[in-house]
């Protein structure tokens, strides 16, 4: 006698379960939030753009309130020049003065896309807005490549003189970059491979639809394909290790690898489907999104259908079990991306994912 095995259906449970009354948590052990971990700025700003993805799709008073809990942590984290603290403990105390540069950038991604929501409630409209004023002013002090990436994602969805120019200094920086490093068979922004990898050609992908200059395509592009070579393996997305990967090596390091990788490749690669309407790049998307659910180096898929969560990463011998806010986010930052443009089941046990037709500019 056989029996039909019944479907594993996604659920947000570990979402409300990792958000209380100040903000999302930090970290998990197993299943199980871990208060003393506290919170940050860059995790409560993911789970913003997360829940009003969400909430693009569903308008449900549980993930409206979930908006306001977000947008409140970062209200509460910004400071008077308009940047924004990072580490606050359970105790509601931030523990430092100033967070980094790419803090700034991930909070201003998320208002930027909060804000240019039409569906969104009013006073949340206000409240960001006010927020993104007081940030904008340090967007072009800005050094580092992540946080300039992260600015020119965020600025997009405003669409103003104001914004495009910023939009352009920042873009021409990262092609200077990428122009200085550009030797050889080395197509990248720096010296190395880090984490994050993939936010710098989607930003320059990003610019491109923003300013219309070639160079800023062909180098997303370039750049792209550069770090494709590096975080594919046969068939499956293999992701840099935790170690990096300098220029003069011979081989990248794969150990630890994490959610938050697989998820900004696969935005990466529909940017690109989205301005060259090449399917291709929408059937690498699919691949660096079926790494959450087996299709990586370990064979085992990192959702926990039980709680709702999502393992922290690939270990070198196992999975790492802890279900933290970054991989929670990653994993639906990535599925609620890719659902846009693909049809999927919401059984992610099944590969069924097909090209959807897509019309006009990616909110």
């Known amino acids: 006698m056989t029996t039909n095995k019944k479907p594993r259906k996604l659920k947000t449970d570990h979402i409300f379960r990792m958000t209380d009354n100040t903000g999302m948590l930090h970290h998990a052990k197993y299943g199980v939030p871990d208060l003393s971990s506290g919170y940050t700025t860059v995790d409560n700003a993911r789970a913003l753009i997360m829940a009003a993805k969400l909430y693009d799709q569903i308008q449900s008073k549980k993930i409206e309130n979930l908006i306001y809990k977000y947008v409140s942590f970062l209200s509460s984290a910004q400071i008077a020049d308009g ?23 991930r909070c201003l991604w998320a208002l930027c896309l909060t804000y240019s929501d039409s569906k969104m409630p009013h006073s949340i409209k206000k409240t960001v807005k006010d927020l993104i004023d007081k940030a904008l002013p340090n967007c072009l002090n800005i050094r580092s490549s992540r946080a300039a990436a992260y600015v020119i994602i965020g600025l997009n969805y405003l669409c103003t003189t104001k914004t495009d120019l910023t939009i352009s200094k920042l873009a021409a920086t990262l092609a200077n970059h990428y122009t200085h490093y550009n030797t050889g068979d080395w197509h990248w922004f720096e010296d190395s491979l880090t984490s994050c ?53 011979d081989t990248p390091d794969h150990h630890d690898e994490h959610p938050l990788e697989a998820c900004e490749s696969t ?60 991989s929670l986010v990653s994993f639906w930052l990535a599925y609620l991306e890719i659902k846009k443009y693909l049809k999927i089941e919401n ?12 019309h006009g500019k990616k909110d």
């Open 83 to 105: 940047t924004f603290r990072d580490t606050m403990g359970y105790n509601r105390v931030f523990l430092d003065e100033t967070g980094s540069e790419e803090c700034f950038g």
């Open 267 to 326: 935005s990466a690669y529909i940017e690109a489907y989205l301005i060259t309407n090449d399917i291709e790049y929408l059937r690498k998307a699919k691949i660096c999104f079926s790494w959450f659910i087996g299709r990586n180096s370990k064979r085992h898929t990192l959702l926990d259908y039980e709680t709702g969560g999502c393992y922290d990463g690939i270990e070198s011998n196992n999975l790492n079990p802890n279900q933290g806010a970054e």
């Open 347 to 358: 059984d992610t046990d099944k590969e069924r994912i097909q090209p959807k037709k897509h």
């Open 197 to 249: 990898n993939s936010v710098l050609p989607r930003a320059l992908l990003t610019a491109f639809k923003s300013t219309r200059e070639l160079r800023y395509l062909k180098i997303g592009l370039e750049s792209l394909s550069f770090l494709e070579r590096m975080i594919f393996n046969e068939n499956y997305l293999k992701p840099i290790g935790s170690n990096g990967l300098q220029r003069l090596d």
